[in-house]
Nanobody, 120 residues
Framework: DVQLVESGGGSVQAGGSLRLSCAAS????????MGWFRQTPGKGREGVAA???????YYADSVKGRFTISQDNAKNTVYLQMNSLKPEVTGMYYC????????????????WGQGTQVTV
Protein backbone atom coordinates (compact mmCIF):
# COMPACT_ATOMS: atom_id res chain seq x y z
CA ASP A 1 0.00 0.00 0.00
CA VAL A 2 0.85 3.66 -0.35
CA GLN A 3 0.17 6.32 2.23
CA LEU A 4 -0.22 9.98 1.25
CA VAL A 5 -0.12 12.94 3.60
CA GLU A 6 -0.99 16.42 2.37
CA SER A 7 0.02 19.66 4.04
CA GLY A 8 0.30 23.35 3.29
CA GLY A 9 -3.32 24.38 3.01
CA GLY A 10 -4.72 27.44 4.72
CA SER A 11 -6.58 30.69 4.31
CA VAL A 12 -5.12 33.35 2.04
CA GLN A 13 -6.30 36.56 0.43
CA ALA A 14 -6.99 36.75 -3.27
CA GLY A 15 -3.76 37.23 -5.18
CA GLY A 16 -1.73 35.38 -2.58
CA SER A 17 0.17 32.12 -2.81
CA LEU A 18 0.26 28.74 -1.14
CA ARG A 19 2.39 25.66 -1.60
CA LEU A 20 0.84 22.29 -0.99
CA SER A 21 2.93 19.21 -0.26
CA CYS A 22 2.08 15.55 -0.59
CA ALA A 23 4.44 13.08 1.04
CA ALA A 24 4.20 9.47 -0.11
CA SER A 25 5.36 6.43 1.81
CA UNK A 26 5.06 2.68 1.46
CA UNK A 27 5.28 0.82 -1.85
CA UNK A 28 5.84 3.85 -4.08
CA UNK A 29 8.02 2.19 -6.71
CA UNK A 30 5.06 1.19 -8.94
CA UNK A 31 3.51 4.62 -9.03
CA UNK A 32 3.36 6.25 -12.46
CA UNK A 33 1.58 9.47 -11.64
CA MET A 34 0.53 11.73 -8.84
CA GLY A 35 -2.12 14.37 -9.04
CA TRP A 36 -3.90 17.09 -7.17
CA PHE A 37 -7.67 17.31 -7.13
CA ARG A 38 -10.03 19.90 -5.74
CA GLN A 39 -13.40 19.11 -4.23
CA THR A 40 -16.13 21.47 -3.09
CA PRO A 41 -19.34 20.60 -1.23
CA GLY A 42 -21.80 18.73 -3.42
CA LYS A 43 -19.34 18.21 -6.26
CA GLY A 44 -16.95 15.51 -7.31
CA ARG A 45 -13.18 15.76 -7.37
CA GLU A 46 -11.85 17.96 -10.15
CA GLY A 47 -8.38 17.46 -11.55
CA VAL A 48 -6.09 20.44 -10.96
CA ALA A 49 -2.64 19.17 -11.93
CA ALA A 50 -0.68 15.96 -12.24
CA UNK A 51 2.87 14.81 -12.80
CA UNK A 52 4.16 11.55 -14.21
CA UNK A 53 7.13 9.52 -13.03
CA UNK A 54 9.03 11.09 -15.94
CA UNK A 55 8.05 14.57 -14.73
CA UNK A 56 5.58 15.24 -17.53
CA UNK A 57 3.09 17.74 -16.16
CA TYR A 58 -0.59 18.30 -16.80
CA TYR A 59 -2.79 21.20 -15.76
CA ALA A 60 -6.43 22.16 -15.84
CA ASP A 61 -6.92 25.10 -18.18
CA SER A 62 -8.17 27.24 -15.30
CA VAL A 63 -4.83 27.08 -13.45
CA LYS A 64 -2.30 27.11 -16.29
CA GLY A 65 0.27 29.81 -15.75
CA ARG A 66 -0.59 30.20 -12.07
CA PHE A 67 -0.05 26.73 -10.59
CA THR A 68 3.09 24.61 -10.84
CA ILE A 69 3.37 20.95 -9.92
CA SER A 70 6.76 19.45 -9.14
CA GLN A 71 8.25 16.47 -7.40
CA ASP A 72 11.26 15.60 -5.28
CA ASN A 73 11.90 11.91 -5.89
CA ALA A 74 14.46 11.72 -3.09
CA LYS A 75 11.78 12.81 -0.63
CA ASN A 76 8.87 11.04 -2.36
CA THR A 77 7.05 14.34 -2.23
CA VAL A 78 4.95 16.20 -4.77
CA TYR A 79 4.35 19.92 -4.51
CA LEU A 80 1.71 22.25 -5.89
CA GLN A 81 2.78 25.88 -5.97
CA MET A 82 -0.31 28.04 -6.29
CA ASN A 83 0.10 31.70 -7.19
CA SER A 84 -2.32 34.52 -7.96
CA LEU A 85 -4.99 32.68 -6.05
CA LYS A 86 -8.62 33.40 -6.84
CA PRO A 87 -11.70 32.71 -4.69
CA GLU A 88 -12.94 30.10 -7.17
CA VAL A 89 -10.07 27.76 -6.30
CA THR A 90 -11.33 27.41 -2.73
CA GLY A 91 -11.89 23.81 -1.76
CA MET A 92 -10.44 20.69 -0.24
CA TYR A 93 -7.34 19.60 -2.10
CA TYR A 94 -6.56 15.92 -2.32
CA CYS A 95 -3.39 14.23 -3.48
CA UNK A 96 -3.81 11.03 -5.45
CA UNK A 97 -1.32 8.41 -6.59
CA UNK A 98 -1.84 5.92 -9.37
CA UNK A 99 -0.30 3.72 -12.01
CA UNK A 100 -1.53 5.49 -15.14
CA UNK A 101 -4.68 6.49 -16.98
CA UNK A 102 -6.27 9.81 -17.76
CA UNK A 103 -4.64 12.30 -15.42
CA UNK A 104 -7.78 14.30 -14.69
CA UNK A 105 -9.98 11.33 -13.86
CA UNK A 106 -10.20 10.37 -10.16
CA UNK A 107 -10.64 6.71 -11.15
CA UNK A 108 -7.04 6.75 -12.44
CA UNK A 109 -5.76 7.08 -8.88
CA UNK A 110 -5.68 4.21 -6.43
CA UNK A 111 -4.47 5.97 -3.31
CA TRP A 112 -5.62 9.22 -1.72
CA GLY A 113 -4.56 11.45 1.10
CA GLN A 114 -6.87 12.95 3.70
CA GLY A 115 -7.00 16.35 2.03
CA THR A 116 -5.96 19.86 2.97
CA GLN A 117 -8.30 22.86 2.90
CA VAL A 118 -7.54 25.90 0.77
CA THR A 119 -9.64 29.01 1.30
CA VAL A 120 -9.21 32.17 -0.77
Amino acid sequence: DVQLVESGGGSVQAGGSLRLSCAASGNTYNLCSMGWFRQTPGKGREGVAAISARSITYYADSVKGRFTISQDNAKNTVYLQMNSLKPEVTGMYYCGAGDGGVWSTPESYKYWGQGTQVTV
